[in-house]
């Protein structure tokens, strides 16, 4: 019994901080980005990990949620 509260407190501990985590992540992923070819605000996340610009279709290999310049 005391070990079924235990993880279940675990578990929550970890929710609060996964749910933290997907907020700050979210707010990155919708944030207004730079491209770094043109300096156009047109830059946005095509695909996990691929970041393009739509003026000038700068390409560029990024993390899943943010660009790693
Ligand atoms: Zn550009």
Redesign the pocket.
């Known amino acids: 019994m005391a070990k079924k509260k235990s993880l279940k407190g675990l578990g929550a501990r970890y929710g609060i901080k996964l749910r933290k985590q997907y907020t700050k992540i979210h707010l990155t992923l919708k944030e207004n980005r730079t491209?770094?070819?043109?300096?156009?605000k047109?830059?946005s996340r095509d695909a996990v990990g691929i970041w393009s610009?739509k003026?000038?279709?700068?390409k560029i290999a990024g993390t899943a949620y943010d660009i790693n310049l």
């Not at 491209?35 to 156009?40: D, K, R």
């Not at 003026?55 to 700068?58: D, E, G, W």
């Open positions: 491209c770094p070819e043109c300096g156009s047109k830059f610009c003026k000038c279709s700068f």
